[in-house]
């Protein structure tokens, strides 16, 4: 069989514009002086009373450092007309936000939320503008969005089972979800619902995505889902039941049948923004292991020169090197508008970025012992994040599998 001749060499540009590059030194500055100091003070207080509350300090924290980000002009960086950067540029911000729990939070640049912002300046209403986006925006209030269900295997979303059928002006909802990420927030207010609005016609024309109120009549938190055992309040990943949930038919995003062009729409730039912040998590652990290396004695000698450590860190910078070119290389056809030609660089991004930024933390969990187990490093915290974020937004086998196609389909015959 004849090998296909590679395509032209294409002029791919990662650098930073003077704006960008400025925008780098303020945050990368702000987040190492002031916001990741706050980190471990913020954590502290999840169990100081009702841990689906923010407690008045946590209110205190997050409220002063989303001020001085915004005087700053760091909020709202993910988005092109107000952060004025293209995606390549942007991977950068994310990147150095990965490195701290609540850096995403404060810049207005977390998900779901910068996802579920995308879905209504992309497809909203007006009248959906101004009730949800606005707010999402001004970082007054907080989202989720409901698509994985406990009854089938939500990696093939045309299994999607939540009913929404038509009765009058209304919609009315029936079914679960579960890992409805930032679901327990007390600031969660609107929720964006992959629901089965028919069982007839094209598998992907069979769904639609709306809107409904986070305290709407008829909705019953259940539970929230523990990652490893740790609940993740006061954000937390929900379980949750619609019985009878009825929303308006303004309600529905774009029209019925069109959940899955909305989701392709939310999903792209979610999940290289999870990628991006990977790396700077990558970053972080590969940075405490050194220290630790170096700090650390045994048998004689730090740890750095103990055993094959040399080619631990080594190994780690490589691949974490590698990653970030991938991941920039996704952002770049990204940029160039073609949402088809984009997406198998996402799906590759998609496995490699947390895989790599997994490997690494674990490696950094290993030298520092059981200390890198506890909650004094924050290392057990970003490493059961990495080992879930393999499964959010598909499992890695799904996107293997999307890769794979996208290569195949240069080699088959027409038939």
Known sequence: ????????????????SPHAAGLLTRLRRFIAERVMPADAEFLDEVSVGDRWELTPKQVEILEGLKKQARALGLWNLWHPEAGGLSTVEYAYMAEEMGKS???PEVCNCNAPDTGNMEVFHKYGTPAMKKAWLEPLMAGDIRSA??????QVASSDATNISLSCVKSGEEYVLNGEKWWATGAGDPRCSVYIVMVRTSHKGPRHEQHSMIVVPA??????KLRPMEVYGHDDAPHGHFHVRFTDVRVPLEAMLLGEG??????QGRLGPGRIHHCMRAIGMAEKAL????ERSLERKAFGAPLAELGGNYDVI?????EIEQARLLCLKAAWMMDQGDARAAAPWISMIKVAGPE?????TDAAVQMHGAMGVSQDTPLARQWTHLRTLRLADGPDAVHRRQVARAELRQYRKPS
Do not use: Q
């Open 258 to 263: 069109r959940g899955f062009e909305i989701a």
């Open 1 to 16: 069989m004849t090998t296909p001749p590679a395509p032209a060499p294409e002029a791919m540009t990662f650098g930073l």
């Open 287 to 290: 940075e405490l292991m050194c």
């Open 314 to 318: 080594a190994n780690g910078r490589m």
């Open 356 to 360: 790599v930024a997994l490997k690494v």
């Open 145 to 150: 969005y409901l698509m994985t269900e406990p």
């Open 101 to 103: 729990h609540l850096a």
């Open 215 to 220: 305290n709407a009549k008829g909705i019953e």
